[in-house]
């Protein structure tokens, strides 16, 4: 028990903060998911969720920074409840059909783009491939 007692107390200490959004945070924490904390698969089952939990505390065994150990506790808590993993994948799955709309936009507005002709190729290619061909 030992060996926990010092996630435990830093996730007490963080706890009343955990649910609002620090603006002092690391932005780059956005990129993460509750899966990558835990680094976990989606879909992983609940026994993988508690053992990477417990390996990755016993790994920290408190010495890390206390927003690293408030975001894997806090990956656990919503990973390990199963209307909030439901929720929370739900929302995954709405930010990646967005980003997929934006880079499906964004290819498609580049394939408007009038094609280039034979015609369009450098004198200095067209004279080199000749030479080459010939």
């Not at 030992?2 to 107390?9: K, P, T």
């Not at 620090?22 to 698969?41: I, K, R, S, V």
């Not at 920074?65 to 919503?78: K, S």
């Not at 990973?79 to 980003?99: C, G, K, M, P």
């Amino acid at each position: 028990m030992a060996a926990n007692h010092g996630m435990d107390v830093a996730f007490d200490a963080s706890q009343a903060s955990a649910a609002q959004t620090n603006a002092t945070e690391d932005p780059a924490m956005d990129d993460y998911t509750h899966y990558d904390f835990l680094d976990l698969p989606p879909g992983a089952s609940t026994t993988r969720i508690e053992a990477a939990y417990q390996t990755i505390k016993q790994r920290l065994n408190g010495h890390s920074d206390e927003q690293m150990i408030r975001m894997i506790h806090e990956a656990y808590t919503v990973l390990s409840d199963t209307e909030r993993r439901h929720r929370y994948d739900a929302e995954l799955q709405r930010i990646a059909a967005a980003a997929d709309m934006e880079l499906k936009n964004a290819l498609d507005g580049q394939a408007t783009r009038s094609a280039r002709r034979v015609q369009d190729v450098p004198m200095t290619l067209l004279t080199a491939v000749s030479a080459w061909a010939a």
